[in-house]
């Protein structure tokens, strides 16, 4: 990161762990706030909370997300420092105007989001993954026309790609990326059944112990999100030499776009069959299970910096990076 990139970035996640982790041990557990009349301790609820935050952050579209945006605005010599850091504060965004809702007497809603049978969870279930396959298969199709060298112009599909290319030109339009992602409700619905654990409303729980959980679970997210894009944004930039510049980069873009194509042909065909009755190599793409994905892409792209970074230090010395861009 640059240094501005790093202080925003550090003073953002710090804030979010001292107001979070503030609230939940200076006020919630010294008050012996219970988030159910019979229901598990406070500090329990907190560590639940920060943990699906942490644990989301490896989702197999959240995190191909990030690496392709990151390797786009790379290549263009735009600031990427914080890339994940904006897409999980827009991702956060939900969970926490969603726990809002539940506070001031939304209960309807979260019963709805948290019922598989309801009208806004069959919505919710095919937004959520038809917007992030939508744009995974663009960033990973302006990633692939990198590796040809250059742009070919002309055409409806490069019409559309330069338009979304565009619309999302620096990291702060990632806000906006993870805010449609976090309108699927997949993280939302479990901080609100943690708010509503034991509870029939939220009359014996206080409302700044109900928004505890929201900014924990944003504090976990933001932590890995931000880390896993700048470290990123190091193995894209970050060059073995000339004479293997060419070759690391374009296997750095081609996993990253590889990835991103199959989690959204898995999305989708996942839609096409549970939604619309599709049968065929839909049932089959769409039962593939992408719980591990994130994790597995993550691996594998540090690995290939890093065998990469080994072998030519070995053979040609320290390798040479490039210099960035950012302001």
Same mark, same amino acid.
């Given at each position: 990161?640059?240094?501005?990139?790093?202080?925003?970035?550090?003073?953002?996640?710090?804030?979010?762990?001292?107001? !979070?982790?503030?609230?939940?041990?200076?006020?919630?557990?010294?008050?012996?706030?219970?988030? !159910?009349?019979?229901?598990?301790?406070?500090?329990?609820?907190?560590? &639940?909370?920060?943990?699906?935050?942490?644990?989301?952050?490896?989702?197999?579209?959240?995190?191909?997300?990030?690496? @392709?945006?990151?390797?786009?605005?790379?290549?263009?010599?735009?600031?990427?420092s914080t890339v994940g850091l904006w897409f999980s504060l827009g991702h956060s965004s939900v969970v926490f105007l969603l726990c809002l809702a539940?506070?001031? !007497?939304?209960?309807?809603?979260?019963?709805?989001?948290?019922?598989?049978?309801?009208?806004?969870?069959?919505?919710?279930?095919?937004? *959520?993954?038809?917007?992030?396959?939508?744009?995974?298969?663009?960033?990973?199709?302006? @990633?692939?026309?990198?590796?040809?060298?250059?742009?070919?112009?002309?055409?409806?599909?490069?019409?559309?790609?330069s338009r979304f290319e565009q619309v999302v030109d620096r990291p702060t339009r990632m806000y906006a990326v993870g805010f449609t992602f976090g309108?699927?409700?997949?993280?939302?619905?479990?901080?609100?059944?943690?708010?509503?654990?034991?509870? &029939?409303?939220?009359?014996?729980?206080?409302?700044?112990?109900?928004?505890?959980?929201?900014?924990?679970?944003?504090?976990?997210?933001?932590?890995?999100?931000?880390?896993? *894009?700048?470290?990123?944004?190091?193995?894209?930039?970050?060059?073995?030499?000339?004479?293997?510049?060419?070759?690391? *980069?374009?296997?750095?873009?081609?996993?990253?776009?590889?990835?991103?194509?199959?989690?959204?042909?898995?999305?989708?065909?996942?839609?096409?069959?549970?939604?619309?009755?599709?049968?065929?190599?839909?049932?089959?793409?769409?039962?593939? @299970?992408? !719980?591990?994905?994130?994790?597995?892409?993550?691996?594998?792209?540090?690995?290939?910096?890093?065998?990469?970074?080994?072998?030519?230090?070995?053979?040609?010395?320290?390798?040479?990076?490039?210099? &960035?861009?950012?302001?």
């Amino acid at each position: 990161m640059t240094d501005s990139g790093r202080l925003w970035a550090v003073v953002v996640i710090a804030g979010l762990h001292l107001l !979070g982790w503030g609230m939940l041990l200076g006020l919630v557990v010294p008050m012996d706030v219970r988030y !159910g009349a019979v229901g598990p301790a406070a500090i329990a609820v907190g560590l &639940a909370a920060y943990a699906l935050g942490v644990r989301h952050a490896f989702d197999a579209d959240h995190i191909a997300a990030i690496d @392709n945006t990151t390797r786009r605005f790379v290549d263009r010599g735009r600031p990427a420092s914080t890339v994940g850091l904006w897409f999980s504060l827009g991702h956060s965004s939900v969970v926490f105007l969603l726990c809002l809702a539940l506070v001031v !007497g939304f209960g309807a809603l979260g019963q709805a989001i948290a019922d598989d049978s309801s009208g806004v969870h069959a919505v919710a279930g095919v937004w *959520g993954p038809v917007v992030s396959s939508l744009f995974l298969l663009a960033i990973a199709g302006l @990633n692939f026309a990198s590796l040809r060298g250059g742009h070919t112009a002309g055409g409806p599909v490069w019409r559309v790609m330069s338009r979304f290319e565009q619309v999302v030109d620096r990291p702060t339009r990632m806000y906006a990326v993870g805010f449609t992602f976090g309108l699927g409700f997949d993280t939302a619905t479990e901080i609100g059944l943690l708010a509503l654990a034991g509870s &029939a409303s939220f009359g014996a729980v206080p409302w700044w112990a109900v928004l505890t959980l929201p900014i924990l679970f944003a504090a976990g997210m933001s932590l890995i999100d931000t880390v896993q *894009g700048a470290v990123m944004r190091r193995a894209y930039l970050w060059s073995p030499g000339r004479s293997k510049a060419l070759g690391y *980069g374009a296997i750095m873009t081609g996993i990253s776009a590889i990835v991103a194509v199959s989690i959204a042909t898995v999305q989708l065909s996942t839609v096409a069959h549970d939604t619309l009755g599709w049968a065929g190599p839909f049932a089959w793409i769409g039962s593939a @299970n992408l !719980g591990a994905v994130g994790f597995w892409l993550t691996g594998t792209l540090l690995a290939v910096w890093a065998s990469v970074f080994v072998l030519t230090r070995k053979r040609v010395g320290v390798g040479r990076e490039v210099p &960035a861009t950012e302001p």
